[in-house]
């Protein structure tokens, strides 16, 4: 896959998954805007990509202004020319139950990841459609956007809400052949190590070198950060132009399409439903097969 002569900027990429991104976007032939709000994993990021022949800057910035999102794209635009793929990745976790979230934990993910995603989408679309190229838009959804996750009510609530503006902005931006997609990753990173059903696994894999397990990578979808990064580089490139508002699934040896909410069940009464009414029906109708929520915990199989 030849990304040569296209820029990409990636949000919170020196390091885990953003890390990944860059590195391969890089590899590809791109020249990459490397963001984070800590300047020495920004810098050393760079190095590592020039390191390995590829074009890099830093800039450092914390997602979530306008400001801050005009930096990156005036970064990316003054340093090689153009824009052509936004990649938001950066983020933060503040995870704890409804009754114990504060409204800072609320605020805070959801400025980062929620406000972050727009105000870097919104620069990056003024910048591609001033071009008249078109140029692609990642942003990061997650299975807790698609499904809840118990403890993290502020990050699913900003996951949900990137996978619906994402399949605004496909419809919005399609006439200026501006695709917009969402990656729903799940991989060894600092964020899925406080799930304790994944935490031993990358303990091994980070401590040990351990492989992660056969049935973790096929079963699971659960693999590392550099398993993520050739979607990437695959929603960048000319090859994904008819890609459009579409979430896609990646992990270990998986990669799946989500579906997006859609009515599943329907009943009608003629004159409306009463509460009474309703409550008759419900369980013979729309109610027979209710929708599962929450992410399930990985499944080990039988030694």
């Known amino acids: 896959m030849d990304l040569s002569g296209k820029v990409a900027v990636v949000t919170g990429s020196g390091r885990g998954l953003g890390f990944a991104y860059a590195t391969a976007l890089a590899g590809a032939g791109a020249a990459v805007v490397v963001n984070d709000v800590d300047e020495g994993a920004a810098q050393h990021a760079v190095d590592e990509i020039r390191g390995s022949g590829g074009t890099a800057v830093a800039e450092i910035a914390a997602v979530g202004t306008s400001e801050a999102a005009d930096q990156l794209v005036n970064r990316a635009v003054n340093e090689f020319g153009r824009l052509d793929v936004m990649v938001t990745n950066a983020g933060i976790l503040r995870d704890r139950v409804l009754w114990k979230m504060t409204d800072e934990d609320f605020d805070a993910v959801i400025g980062?990841?929620?406000?972050?995603?727009?105000?870097?989408?919104?620069?990056?679309?003024?910048?591609?459609?001033?071009?008249?190229?078109?140029?692609?838009?990642?942003?990061?959804?997650?299975?807790?956007?698609?499904?809840?996750?118990?403890?993290?009510?502020?990050?699913?609530?900003?996951?949900?809400?990137?996978?619906?503006?994402?399949?605004?902005?496909?419809?919005?931006?399609?006439?200026?052949?501006?695709?917009?997609?969402?990656?729903?990753?799940?991989?060894?990173?600092?964020?899925?190590?406080?799930?304790?059903?994944?935490?031993?696994?990358?303990?091994?894999?980070?401590?040990?070198?351990?492989?992660?397990?056969?049935?973790?990578?096929?079963?699971?979808?659960?693999?590392?950060?550099?398993?993520?990064?050739?979607?990437?580089?695959?929603?960048?490139?000319?090859?994904?132009?008819?890609?459009?508002?579409?979430?896609?699934?990646?992990?270990?040896?998986?990669?799946?399409?989500?579906?997006?909410?859609?009515?599943?069940?329907?009943?009608?009464?003629?004159?409306?439903?009463?509460?009474?009414a309703i409550a008759e029906s419900w369980t013979g109708t729309v109610g027979s097969e209710p929708q599962t929520y929450g992410i399930p915990a990985p499944v080990v199989p039988a030694s």
């Open 112 to 276: 980062v990841h929620l406000r972050g995603t727009f105000t870097c989408a919104r620069a990056a679309a003024r910048r591609m459609r001033e071009q008249g190229e078109g140029g692609r838009i990642i942003t990061a959804c997650s299975p807790a956007g698609q499904r809840g996750n118990f403890g993290q009510t502020n990050y699913a609530a900003a996951k949900a809400g990137i996978a619906a503006m994402t399949r605004t902005w496909a419809m919005e931006l399609a006439k200026a052949k501006i695709t917009a997609n969402a990656l729903v990753p799940v991989a060894a990173t600092d964020m899925t190590r406080t799930i304790p059903a994944f935490a031993p696994y990358i303990e091994a894999l980070e401590q040990r070198g351990e492989p992660l397990p056969d049935w973790l990578r096929a079963e699971e979808g659960f693999g590392t950060a550099e398993d993520v990064a050739g979607l990437v580089v695959y929603l960048a490139s000319d090859a994904s132009a008819d890609v459009n508002g579409q979430c896609i699934g990646i992990g270990g040896d998986k990669l799946a399409l989500w579906s997006h909410p859609d009515v599943v069940a329907s009943a009608y009464r003629k004159g409306g439903w009463s509460a009474d």
